[in-house]
């Protein structure tokens, strides 16, 4: 049963994310600030839903922001991907302008050198977040098991 004040992150993975990790994947749920791993990058929140995938979550910086450290982005979640044992990351920019944003992120996320098909890129409504629970919790939250 989701609980007040926690993210209903199961619900955004699979309804806008389209992953269709099976259940026991979401029985833990850890949301970190991003700066406790992207120093000096853009991010709000690094989710780590079991041990299989990791989110980095992008809300508070401009679309361009983004696109301009895009490689760098990429470069430090599959680091951490890999060190970690997550089967996947996924960068999730949430914006006002989606369809703008969508196409040059998308643009400039494949011509990245060293993309592997384990990186996703997705680009979602900022109001999105919100309806999840996720509006800059800056703190660390454990769902319960």
Not at 120 to 145: M, N, Q, T
């Amino acid at each position: 049963m989701q609980q007040t004040g926690v993210p209903d992150v199961k619900h955004l993975v699979r309804s806008e994310l389209g992953c269709a990790c099976p259940d026991h994947v979401f029985e833990r749920i850890d949301i970190l600030e991003a700066s406790s791993r992207f120093a000096d990058l853009p991010g709000d929140y690094l989710i780590a839903v079991g041990n299989r995938l990791l989110l980095l979550v992008i809300s508070s910086a401009s679309w361009w922001e983004v696109a301009a450290r895009l490689e760098r982005l990429f470069m430090r979640g599959r680091e951490l991907r890999d060190f970690e044992g997550f089967n996947r990351f996924r960068l999730v920019v949430a914006v006002a302008e989606v369809a703008a944003a969508r196409a040059e992120l998308a643009e400039r996320f494949a011509a990245l050198p060293d993309r592997d098909d384990r990186m996703h890129l997705h680009v979602i409504r900022s109001e999105v977040l919100a309806a999840h629970g996720l509006v800059r919790a800056r703190r660390h939250i454990s769902e319960p098991r």
